[in-house]
């Protein structure tokens, strides 16, 4: 159902990360885009942010803004460039039509982009496009490299550290105080073979977790069956030799996992 009220002009602003959002990146954008309105005397504003890669076409702002040009809701849409909207072809093509079609502009405030000029320009917009999606392409490309750079030089290459491990300066390294629990659970297992009894162990000796939490089943499950603790790194289905120091001895963990 259309609505009879005027039209706002939706500032949309996003950045990738919680990082980039921290560092006032989402501020930077905002001000640039109050900048041009208030020297454009535009007014009747609605502000809409993500933060969420511009390759998602799921993202919580998108969304919003896409119900409102639905529902004649949208004037003109402002950002400071064009990859801050979309940053694929398909995606930021069928938005783009979705606008046009409810007779909505898109406008940029650092870029000569505007949907509201000739078929010049729209090219223009197109070829962003193009060139946003083929950057996204070669920064994931580049990731997954650097991953498997790191795997095959021994070192973790993604996700968070697993208790008994700690970061310093020189890598990851033993963390004596928790490394002394993941021995205790694998001996006591090897012992009962019980995760019932491990979990009752541990929480009777008041161990928890690195969160502060006491172990549950699942993640005493997990820490058994976790090859980091032999010396291993794990990487696309590949198990290689890490450069990090063992806490269980091989013989213990096979006899745990047979």
Do not use: W
């Not at 919580?60 to 950002?79: D, P």
């Not at 729209?122 to 999606?133: G, S, V």
């Not at 070669?138 to 970061?167: P, V």
């Amino acid at each position: 159902m259309k609505t009879d009220n005027i039209k706002v002009n939706v500032l949309y602003q996003r950045v990738s990360s919680k990082s980039q959002e921290d560092n006032t990146s989402l501020q930077y954008q905002k001000n640039r885009l109050d900048e041009y309105c208030k020297s454009n005397s535009i007014g009747n504003l609605f502000y809409v942010s993500d933060v969420d890669s511009g390759s998602k076409d799921d993202r919580k702002g998108i969304h919003t803004i896409e119900a409102m040009v639905s529902n004649g809701m949208v004037n003109t849409i402002y950002i400071t460039k064009l990859d801050r909207l979309y940053r694929s072809v398909l995606g930021g093509a069928s938005f783009i039509n979705l606008c046009l079609s409810n007779g909505v502009h898109i406008q940029a405030t650092d870029e000569p982009i505007s949907t509201n000029g000739s078929a010049v320009e729209m090219l223009q917009i197109n070829m962003l496009l193009a060139i946003a999606d083929f950057e996204r392409s070669n920064i994931n490309s580049r990731t997954q490299q650097g991953k498997r750079s790191t795997a095959m030089n021994g070192n973790r290459a993604h996700g968070d550290i697993c208790i008994g491990y700690k970061k310093s300066s020189n890598g990851v390294i033993v963390d004596e105080t928790n490394a002394d629990i993941v021995k205790k659970i694998f001996r006591r297992y090897n012992k009962s073979k019980s995760l019932t009894d491990v979990k009752r162990y541990l929480n009777n000796i008041g161990a928890v977790t690195k969160n502060g939490k006491q172990f549950r089943r699942k993640s005493i499950y997990n820490i058994l069956h976790n090859k980091f603790y032999i010396g291993m790194v794990q990487y696309n289905g590949q198990i290689l030799p890490g450069s990090h120091t063992p806490i269980i001895s091989k013989r213990l963990f096979t006899a745990v996992n047979k």
